[in-house]
Nanobody
Framework: QVQLVESGGGLVQAGGSLRLSCAVS????????MGWFRQAPGKEREFVAT????????YYTDSVKGRFTISRDNAKNTVFLQMNSLKPEDTAVYYCAASTRILTTTPGTFAYWGQGTQVTVSS
């Protein structure tokens, strides 16, 4: 059974940093695209960042470029999202997801999802 388990969320002041982790288990994801999405109250789930498990190619939504970094540790089967210079508008539940598609950012193309972790940025 495929499992994605996020951790690392919390409450932080504006300008602070958090690192989210996504532990992946249940199968080999070497050909997958791993993604981070977020959903704020009353809003649709939106793409944040993706990384190809093999090769490490990354892609970010414009609002987080230069502040967030997605990475993966192949040996630990873990994907990370380092978030710096956090803003109140980054407040959301953050989800880790996996897709067999290449260069995809659409939530509907991701077959596997974690349970989400809350990130709250105070002003």
């Amino acid at each position: 059974q495929v499992q994605l388990v996020e951790s690392g969320g919390g409450l932080v002041q504006a300008g602070g940093s958090l690192r989210l982790s996504c532990a992946v288990s249940g199968r080999t994801f070497s050909s997958y695209t791993m993604g981070w999405f977020r959903q704020a109250p009353g809003k649709e789930r939106e793409f944040v960042a993706t990384i190809r498990w093999s090769g490490g190619r990354t892609y970010y939504t414009d609002s987080v470029k230069g502040r967030f970094t997605i990475s993966r540790d192949n040996a630990k089967n873990t994907v990370f999202l380092q978030m710096n210079s956090l803003k109140p508008e980054d407040t959301a539940v953050y989800y880790c997801a996996a897709s067999t598609r290449i260069l995809t950012t659409t939530p509907g193309t991701f077959a596997y999802w974690g349970q989400g972790t809350q990130v709250t940025v105070s002003s």
